[in-house]
């Protein structure tokens, strides 16, 4: 049996105290412990402790140097409980005190995934260009239940989705000039598919904007690549010009038709 001889608040830390005890071979001890763990065993000077209760003591304030960590790692932003996991094993937390520290959290309200997930999908759709996919890709990173990444990306709307793919797609739309209309539709669907859209809605933004566009469009990215071309192959006469200009135009996605009707207006202008 072991007896508390003083105890003492630390100078660096007022929420922290030093219990001075004393064993039966006259070996003396030092702990470290937070207030809280002091006032759960009710330590106080005098009072007999056996290796059983010191054990506690020193478990219990692990715990609550675990948790007052996992609380400053949450001051900054919601977190999952992965994340925290994660964090407080980088930190050396043995397991069976993160396991401790996330029932206290629990308890207390700072985490819940569930909520976490709300969170962050009306977050991310506020805030960003992403769609559902990447964002549910993010969530399942961030170790949320399938359960919760299903429920909470219900709050993305199909009709925002929309809204927030037309603004992707109009903000590319200074791209197009320099495409053919087959060029524009695949750079508009590898953007929208690399921005974690359903082909549903990449399919609606196809149809409402870009099969709308006219031949006026479509002949500007025309010139633009023939004329580039030209310059590259005006070294070349006859027929093996019009070839190498016809195979470089129709890899670029135009219509044979407008093609040979470029071609016939370059050789006018050059007549």
């Not at 199909?158 to 109009?170: D, S």
Request: hydrophobic share 35%; net charge neutral.
């Amino acid at each position: 049996m072991a007896i508390i001889t003083k105890i003492a608040v630390q100078k660096k830390n007022q929420e922290r105290f030093m219990v001075y005890i004393e064993k039966e071979n006259g070996e003396e001890v030092a702990l470290s412990v937070d207030q809280d763990v002091l006032i759960q065993f009710r330590l106080k000077k005098g009072m007999e402790i056996d290796e059983l209760d010191l054990q506690e003591i020193v478990y219990a304030d692990e715990v609550q140097k675990a948790y007052h960590t996992a609380l400053y790692f949450l001051s900054y932003r919601m977190r999952s409980e992965k994340e925290i996991i994660d964090y407080l094993k980088k930190k050396g937390v043995a397991e069976a005190v993160i396991r401790d520290v996330l029932h206290k959290l629990r308890e207390n309200r700072y985490v819940n995934d569930r909520e976490f997930a709300y969170a962050y999908v009306r977050t991310q759709k506020q805030t960003t260009t992403k769609g559902p996919v990447v964002i549910r890709n993010e969530l399942e990173k961030f170790g949320i239940a399938e359960e919760w990444v299903e429920e909470s990306l219900q709050l993305f709307t199909f009709e925002e989705q929309l809204e927030v793919a037309r603004k992707l797609y109009e903000k590319a739309k200074k791209q197009q000039k320099k495409l053919s209309s087959q060029q524009w539709k695949q750079h508009v669907r590898q953007l929208l598919h690399r921005k974690g859209f359903s082909q549903n809605v990449i399919d609606h933004i196809i149809v409402a904007c870009i099969e709308r566009q006219d031949d006026e469009q479509e002949w500007e990215a025309l010139e633009y690549h023939g004329r580039k071309a030209h310059r590259r192959y005006e070294k070349y006469d006859g027929y093996v010009y019009e070839q190498k200009m016809k195979q470089a135009l129709y890899r670029k996605g135009f219509p044979l038709d407008m093609i040979e009707r470029f071609l016939q207006l370059l050789k006018e202008e050059q007549s």
